[in-house]
């Protein structure tokens, strides 16, 4: 697994994708700032969408609002938060690839992604219809919840992980 | 800068070194990033509305019921971790021009939120029915818009200045 991340990191450091974020995050002035409060501003919708969602349907938020109506509402913001959030976070794994693929907080980061993605996009079905009373819906909420804090949060550990790795 | 000695007193607090030497600071900050970035998101539902640009059938008493409970939540967790973050380099974070801007800017938003609930409650009626306008509760809510995305940028911007 190392050895295909470390291949990985070294032809996207060849690549011209790489030079291009590494000129434009060190030449114009406040960029990689400017990028990063677009990330944190995707993840606040992300706050005020999926992680609302949840906690209305755990039955701590939101009273009320009606659940299906209130989905409709929000779903929206989680999936355009999406693009934004990879466009944001594109540039800095182009500029230094080593010190993301070599990262294994990085590693977990996107690996909570998967389950997170599939329960939205599984919520997202279900929640919108007004006879919605499935018995799992609070377990996914409460799931869906700990994976979105969990990337939020695995997202600011990385710079701190970095120092516990030697040469990069 | 004023009490420089107090400052740089408070970094040798044991508390202050506890967090800056060990995983706490870390743990801190991602927290910081959960609550602050949970203030914004939830209060963008009420800027908009406020706003009159998105849920309009809703009232906006009812809504703001709902949600501002939550939204001081996840601000006195910010708060607090961000006591936390600053105590172990408080010299240095008030010598920030990033970071006055940011205290400067959570006061804005402060005053803001206060203005906000008096005119909430002066016209109630006329803004829960999402029928007529208010400019003060539009201005209101555009300020709140723009004065916690500057917050968010102003703290993320912190970490860039030396």
């Not at chain 1, 209305?56 to 009606?66: E, F």
């Not at chain 2, 209101?140 to 860039?160: D, Q």
Request: one cysteine or more.
């Amino acid at each position: 697994m190392t050895d295909m991340l470390g291949a990985l990191a070294r032809s996207i450091a060849a690549s011209p994708a790489h030079d291009g974020a590494t000129y434009l995050l060190g030449n114009v002035p406040g960029l990689p700032p400017i990028v990063q409060s677009v990330h944190l501003l995707a993840v606040a919708a992300l706050m005020g969408s999926i992680v609302l969602l949840d906690l209305k349907v755990l039955g701590l938020a939101l009273p009320g609002q009606s659940l299906p109506d209130l989905t409709r509402r929000l779903i929206p913001w989680t999936w355009w938060a999406l693009p934004a959030l990879v466009l944001s976070g594109l540039p800095f794994v182009l500029a230094r690839p080593h010190r993301y693929l070599a990262n294994p907080v990085f590693g977990i980061k996107l690996a909570l992604l998967v389950p997170a993605l599939v329960l939205t996009f599984t919520m997202q079905r279900w929640l919108p219809r007004e006879d919605s009373k499935h018995a799992a819906l609070p377990w996914f909420a409460a799931l869906s919840l700990v994976l979105w804090l969990g990337i939020v949060m695995a997202g600011r550990w990385i710079a701190y992980a970095d120092y516990l790795f030697e040469g990069e | 800068m004023p009490f420089t000695d107090f400052w740089m007193a408070m970094e040798t607090w044991p508390l202050s070194m506890r967090i800056g030497e060990s995983a706490w600071f870390p743990l801190l900050e991602s927290l910081h990033v959960v609550g602050a970035t949970f203030v914004v998101g939830s209060i963008l539902m009420i800027d908009l509305r406020l706003l009159r640009l998105a849920g309009r059938e809703h009232a906006l008493s009812r809504m703001m019921r709902d949600v501002v409970p939550w939204t001081w939540g996840a601000f006195i967790l910010a708060a607090v971790t961000g006591l936390g973050l600053f105590i172990t380099r408080a010299s240095a974070y008030v010598e920030n021009r990033a970071f006055q801007i940011k205290v400067l800017l959570l006061l804005l938003a402060g005053v803001n939120m206060l203005l906000l609930h008096r005119v909430t409650l002066r016209e109630r009626e006329r803004l829960d029915s999402g029928e007529s306008r208010s400019t003060a509760a539009q201005m209101a809510g555009a300020c709140s818009l723009v004065v916690w995305i500057g917050v968010i940028v102003a703290g993320r911007w912190v970490g860039h200045l030396s």
